[in-house]
Every structure is written in C-alpha cells, then in structure tokens.
C-alpha cells in the first residue's frame, strides 16, 4: 500500500423529507456507479458548511441551512479514485430552503453518459433504508448511524 500523501476532506448533507424519504446521488466517477449522499469535496480557501451549501447548489440544484453535525470519520481510509488520498468525511444534517421534487425510488436512477450526466438525485423510502444502499464504506457507516436514531 502506497503511504498516502494528502488530506481529502468531502462534507455530505442528509436530508429526509416530511413523507419519510431519505436524499440520494446516483453517480459515476471514473467508470465507477456509486450511491451516497449529496455532497462533495472541500475546495481550498472554503468553509466547511460553505462547502456543503455548493454541493447541493451544485447537486441538488436547492439552497439549504446546515443543521446539526451527524459524524465525522473517526478511522483511516484511503480514498478509492485515488489511494494516496486519505479521505475525512463530515456529515450534517440539512434543511433544504425550496421544495425538492425528484423521484421516489428503491432502485439507482440510470445515468446518460451521451448527455455527460453523471448523477442524479432521487429520494429512498427511509422506512426501506439499510447501509446496503449506499456505496462507500463511510456512508455505510452514517446509515447505521441514522437507522439506531
């Protein structure tokens, strides 16, 4: 294993609306199909809660407030585009400031890689919810954090 040389830090927001659903991203990322959480990674000069504000402009397309913290990764793991990255992630909870009106689905959205989009947002039954629907070790481990609250 090469010895990481750098911090990736990435701030995720959880959102789960008034009907019971909790917010996903489907997306693709170096011919990898991932689900997580919307959020992204920290850019140099920015805040963190900032940070987390333009994921989901960026993502989501709907300003939020950045609520209560949920977690912050408390164990090495390297990142998996790029194993000389070791990745810290922070999660809070967010309230979106405009309705957010995606679909309701239990299985991943298709992406189209022709119109170069890479992710797409839909919302998951929470009542369905377990760690198996999210991709990344780390979002694995939010999940069973948010299912024991």
């Given amino acids: 294993m090469q010895t990481p040389s750098k911090f990736n830090i990435r701030v995720y927001g959880i959102f789960i609306n008034e009907e019971g659903n909790i917010l996903l991203s ?3 990322y170096n011919q990898l199909y991932f689900t997580k959480f919307p959020g992204g990674g920290l850019e140099f000069g920015e805040g963190i809660k900032d940070c987390l504000i333009r994921e989901w402009q960026e ?3 709907v300003d939020i407030e950045v609520g209560e913290h949920i977690y912050t990764t408390d164990f090495f793991i390297a990142s998996k585009f790029n194993p000389t990255d070791q990745i810290i992630c922070m999660y809070y909870w967010v309230k979106p400031l405009q309705k957010i009106d995606l679909p309701i689905s239990t299985t991943p959205l298709v992406l189209d890689m022709d119109l170069l989009i890479t992710d797409k947002q839909r919302f998951f039954p929470f009542a ?8 990344l070790p780390i979002d694995k481990v939010v999940a069973n954090l948010l299912l024991q609250q």
């Fill in 26 to 28: 489907d997306e693709k």
């Fill in 59 to 61: 993502e989501v397309g």
């Fill in 128 to 135: 369905q919810f377990t760690d198996a629907e999210v991709t």
